[in-house]
């Protein structure tokens, strides 16, 4: 079977048992701060675990792309080293909410394997969970007695809680595990050896490849587990590794998921893959690997960047151009070339690749081509540290920092470059310095959560605000947090008229009400699906009636802001083109930032119609309709879907004129356009590569900007004494520029007449033509100039000049050459015996130096001191 037979057999498999096929959530996370990106199927069900939300369907199947690269589960370091880690992956899962358990969970996945994918039942492993007493958990006997009705007893093996007892995260939903393992050894080798022994032992041939989660409990922050209101099942399936033992490949990198992509880096390095452990072969696998995460990453919005989930992608493909550079002699971006490749290859199942093919590889290449100069400057300063150190053969822990921190080197390949040249890293060092780093970014993000205290079971905060920015209302849980050493609460409703963050939109602001009691509401963000109000304290009663209210100006502001957006989105695809994409959004009361595909800059005149075209909509007053229908409806109707929004069956489509602008948004909007007054572009910039940002005001806050523009146009009119502006401003301009050199001219036949002056002026003292003087000159650049003319003038100088430049003093010393050599002199060590005659310092460069001071006073004593240091010298 291909690669795409087998994931379709998967799919079907459970939809003729009753699942129902749905798409895989994004690869970076939204709405959860435990989480930056999906590291398993089960993230975008969480809700359904926990109670949270209830689910459509109670089966479902599907393919999701999983990263694991950062927090609870960090494959990195393993990915390309061996044959069957990666970054991104599609996990296959089947899910049971609270509907089928560990009976038809084991009969499938058994059926699956052995009667449908044909894996030979010798060459299967199963575990079962086998308690831990600590926790207070059985032996999971319910799954044993499951598995033996299929499968012979001396192939099913206990696990403790490391390997059999499973959990997303520090907290959330958790169970015991059953896992399936295929030993890919010879029938030759399996017998010699029993399998038996090789399952959880890293070995490359006995490989796990799906794991079944009996989701149970609850971790919570305290560490105890709470048992789940429902039982679920969770499965997943490592797509790559099935693949690899259908396809009997000894490495996943062998299969038809990923020969292609090695195929074309062969022909782009013209460098042959051997599959074995060479550096040359690590690096073909790491960048097979790694151009997937980042190109889907980038494809669900999350572009490389300095912090977070960016700084994570970005960190990936530095890892794979260090590789290539490093080991596969290539100075060039090449990931990027392998983006249509894959694109085509996942056109069916993720198709939010091909449709910004363009996007993403204009993103990698510039990053390649950004850190490819790094890389040179990086090395350069490796460079650098060898040639100064000239007993040590080490390279220091801060340097070594330095390098990985700034300049994106792995320690590895500081420590490689570092011993081809015969010196060591300082591993200690290295590894205190990112100690302290780490802890400082803890100090800076610490979030500090409680559990929550549910007050009403099944309260999770209803949105009535679409209508009502009032409403009576219960608080139905309640958590403290701690930022920053600060202690903060949030509070979830039953119903909020309060909307939480998304989309771009701000979240809300306002109050609640208890009784004689008002506490703010500073703002609102979504965990998952509950609407969560942060607030600074807890009121006396939180158990009493409140009032919720929103802040109606605040609001109304956002609103303006949200609807001209969308006109604004439209606007930018009429004038620019259907390539132009929404890339970001912020929209706030004050202003709204809206970023886009498009790969040049605004010209004046684009900006000029967009910012036209918007306005006419608005003038034409359009009803604002907003309705509630079935996705494949909307989409059907043209409506602008965003890649990397996750949308549920019915979405929410605000429609501003069908023909002209149709949404997937779940914002709020004004009902008619001509509410929002006005709009205007104020800045226009590029964000990233192949991403511009326009900045726009709306309403009131567009008013004030042209009310603050138009007075100023008038003072500058007043200022220009009626003359035209722009005319007066032009004449100015170059007027400046004409007095600018005559300034010049000036300055410099000064310095050449004081240059003459003094050069017929040296004193002979000891064989050396000695100056010193009080010059009269107003910048320390035509001072300098004066030292350097006179260098070129006199031989065998030494000079003392003294300025008063406006009211501070000023000394520079300048010393030939050949006398630097002959006796030594330094003029940055005198210029700091002379500067302290004006209370100052400074330093240079032996042949020249200067300084400034306090005491203008003092300007003759050092002047005449320099006479005395010559002469004692
Ligand atoms: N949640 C489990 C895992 O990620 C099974 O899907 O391994």
Redesign the pocket.
Known sequence: MTSKEIRSTFLEFFETRGHRIVPSAPIVVKNDPTLLFT????NQFKDYFLGNRMPADKRVVDTQK?LRVSGK?NDLEEVGVDTYHHTMFE?L?NWSFGDYFKKEAIEWSWRLLTEVYRIDPDQIYVTVFEGDEKEGLPFDQEAYDEWLKWIDPERVLKGNKKDNF?E?GETGPCGP?SEIHVDCRSKEEREEFDGRNLVNEDHPQVIEIW???FMEFNRLKDGSLQELPQKHV???MGFERLVRVLQQKNSNYDTDVFSGTIEAIEKICDIGYQGGDSREDIAFRVLADHIRAVSFAIADGQLPSNTGAGYVIRRILRRAVRYYYSYLQSEYALLYRLVPLLSDQFKEVFPELDKQRDFVAKVIREEEETFLKTLEKGLKKIDEVIRHSKEKTIIDGQTAFELYDTFGFPIDLTRLIASEKGFSVDEGGFEREMQKQKERSRAATAIDTDDWVVLREGGRGEFVGYHDLLIETEVARYRKIKVKDKTKYQIVLSATPFYAESGGQVGDQGVLVFGEETIAVTDTKKENELIVHMVDKLPTDINSKLVAQVDMQKRLNTSYNHTATHLLHAALKEVLGDHVGQKGSFVSPDILRFDFSHFSKLSEEELVRINRLVNSKIRENILVETEEMPKEKALSLGATALFGEKYGDEVRVVMIDPAYSIELCGGTHVPQTGMIGVFTIVSESAVASGVRRIEALTGPAAFNYFTEKISQSKQIAELLKGSNPLKAIEDMINENHQLKKEVEKATLDKVKTLRDELAVSADDIGGINFIARKVDLDHADTVKKLAFSLKNSVDRLFLVLGADIQGKPHLSVMISDDLIKEKGFNASVIIRELAKEINGGGGGQPFFASAGGKNVEGLQRAIDKGRTLLVDS
């Open positions: 590291n398993a199927g089960m999983c589960h996990m899962g499973w997303m595990c794991n079944n989660v969770d499965t997943g």
